[in-house]
């Protein structure tokens, strides 16, 4: 069973920073694409920023500058490092990984921020 254990959300003023870590096995991490995305109420889920397997980045233009994806080999774990958050920043986020193929999706994990 695939499982994405995300840590790190919670309440921040705005332009605060908050780190979020994503933790998996190795079978899930290793040669795979790892990202974040967000849904808040009523809206679909965005991608927020997504990490290739060698290590390349992509983000959406709403966080470009503000956030950054990385990853940790040794520990299997993926992080979002929010900086200068905005209350338009509150939705739960999502840890996503792409596994032969498939998507799989971490319980999510509520970021609010307030103005």
């Known amino acids: 069973q695939v499982q994405l254990v995300e840590s790190g959300g919670g309440l921040v003023q705005a332009g605060g920073s908050l780190r979020l870590s994503c933790a998996t096995s190795?079978?899930?991490?290793?040669?795979?694409?790892m990202g974040w995305f967000r849904q808040a109420p009523g809206k679909q889920r965005d991608m927020v920023a997504i990490i290739t397997a060698g290590g390349a980045t992509t983000y959406a233009g709403s966080v470009k500058g503000r956030f950054t994806i990385s990853r940790d080999n040794a520990k299997n774990t993926v992080y979002l490092q929010m900086n200068s958050l905005k209350p338009e920043d509150t939705a739960v986020y999502y840890c996503?990984?792409?596994?032969?193929?498939?998507?799989?999706w971490g319980q999510g994990t509520q970021v609010t921020v307030s103005s």
């Open positions: 190795g079978s899930i991490f290793s040669g795979n694409t």
């Open positions: 996503y990984a792409s596994h032969n193929s498939a998507p799989y």
